[in-house]
């Protein structure tokens, strides 16, 4: 899976740190999502792609 949060973060001048504030988990977790190492569950991608006003779709790619 690939992610484009970094990207949507950079529109929104937003670190890591803020967006994980913003979603409530730790910058680690933030981290590890952009390398595409870590799957969220439904309620963390609703949560992340609505602090970034962005669809879970346009956010997180799914590649077979």
């Known amino acids: 899976m690939r992610t484009r949060i970094?990207?949507?973060r950079a529109?929104?001048?937003?670190?890591?740190e803020?967006?994980?504030r913003?979603?409530?988990v730790r910058r680690e977790t933030?981290?590890?999502l952009e390398k595409g190492r870590y799957n969220?569950?439904?309620k963390l991608a609703h949560d992340i792609a609505k602090?970034?006003?962005?669809?879970?779709d346009e956010l997180?790619?799914?590649e077979e």
Do not use: C, M
């Open 6 to 8: 970094k990207e949507f």
């Open 11 to 16: 529109r929104y001048d937003l670190t890591q």
């Open 18 to 20: 803020d967006l994980a």
């Open 22 to 24: 913003k979603v409530g």
């Open 30 to 32: 933030i981290v590890f």
């Open 40 to 42: 969220p569950s439904l």
């Open 51 to 56: 602090a970034l006003n962005a669809k879970i």
């Open 60 to 62: 997180f790619i799914f």
